[in-house]
């Protein structure tokens, strides 16, 4: 919404003020929703030449004629940059008209050159504080904003000061309607730009919260598992299709096994050890919490990992199981669920709750 406000500006000198030739400062004072800040002109006068009601030097020399231009100047700049501030962002206060015309205020930055440099960063901690996943969502957010954007307005960024609360109103629809995601995930994504923001305000490139007074509710999801019957109507099953096969051997490790997507992608023969007794472990740190877990292997997993040793991919990236993207695991588990002919949606976390029960 547009601020409906009014501004004026006023030209004085005080008398009290007069340097060794008898001069004062011409000051300027700009009044705004109540507020004022004042500022020199940088011209002086003598108080005998100066008329206040008219707010100009009187004298008719060349001097006190620029003096009157430049305070005409002055007042020209104020009203524009008045004019232009509420056109953009709709408030305008005295003090940010003033560094406008001192020339005090630093280039704006843009919200998408901002959240590239922050994906730059995170890219160079994945493996250390973040994972692929973490950054794969920062990126997509960002593309997603880009997205809305464009279906606005031609223009290849904004400045970030513009990102408000209606912004943040109309990304939520967008990502409902247009890319269909869930509460949650969208949720996730509104995080994502949040994190971003709060980087933005913590650094002074913004001074208002465009979150302020939103906040979202996650939606209570009922998780899927499988049973004991389900799970072994995957196990036995022939599908003919090598990927539907891969794809089906790791799942059900991870039934037996209680892995993440993550852990399973990154597992490799360095976490498996064997205890006094013969028995053979999985020992390892959870990726999402960096926790250090001990999980049983099973004659079944273990029969699963020597049926993949000699796979190049394996070979290749030193891991137990050749895993594919997440995104086409849970493609293909949506296949084999057809196959199976189970009606319950398949993914990957499935057959951690599945472990869990």
């Known amino acids: ?32 929703n109540g507020q004022h800040a004042e500022l020199n002109t940088q011209r002086k006068i ?35 940059i008045f004019s232009t501030t ?21 280039e704006c930055k843009l919200l998408f050159e901002v959240f590239e440099e922050h994906n730059s960063r995170i890219a160079l901690l994945v493996g250390t504080e973040y994972n692929e996943t973490t950054l794969g969502r920062y990126r997509l957010c960002l593309k997603y904003l880009r997205e809305m954007l464009a279906e606005k307005s031609k223009v290849n960024d904004i400045p970030l000061k513009h990102l408000n609360g209606e912004m943040i109103r109309n990304f939520e629809t967008f990502l409902k309607i247009k890319k269909k995601v869930a509460q949650n995930t969208m949720i996730r994504y509104m995080k994502c730009l949040k994190k971003v923001t709060n980087l933005a305000i913590a650094n002074g490139w913004i001074t208002v919260d465009p979150f302020a007074g939103i906040k979202f ?17 995957i196990r036995s099953k022939e599908f003919g299709i090598e990927r539907l096969d891969i794809v089906r051997d790791i799942f059900v490790f991870c039934c037996y096994t209680g892995l993440a997507f993550i852990d399973v992608y990154n597992l490799k023969p360095e976490h498996i050890t064997e205890d006094a007794q013969g028995r ?23 029969q699963l990992i020597k049926k993949y040793k000699g796979h ?17 695991m849970n493609s293909y588990l949506k296949e084999i669920a057809d196959f199976c002919g189970i009606k319950k949606h398949l993914t990957m976390h499935t057959a951690r709750y599945t472990f869990a029960t």
């Open 86 to 106: 509420i056109e953009n962002d709709g408030y305008a206060s005295p003090v940010y008209i003033k560094e406008a015309l001192l020339g005090k205020h630093k």
């Open 312 to 328: 190049p991919l394996c070979k290749i990236k030193g891991t137990l199981f050749p895993v594919y993207a997440n995104q086409k």
């Open 46 to 80: 003598l108080p005998s030449l100066w008329d206040q009601s008219k707010e100009r030097a009187t004298g008719k020399s060349v001097v006190h004629i620029e003096i009157n231009k430049h305070l005409e100047s002055l007042r020209a700049k104020t009203m524009e």
């Open 280 to 302: 053979m472990w999985i020992h390892k740190q959870r990726q999402k919490t960096e926790i250090e877990f001990f999980v049983p292997l099973l004659d079944y997993p273990q």
């Open 217 to 233: 509710s996650e939606k209570k999801v009922v998780k899927d598992f499988l049973t004991i019957e389900e799970v072994n109507t």
């Open 1 to 32: 919404m547009k601020q409906c406000a009014a501004i004026s500006v006023w030209f004085f000198i005080r008398k009290t003020r007069l340097g060794k030739s008898g001069e004062t400062p011409i000051l300027m004072r700009i009044t705004c």
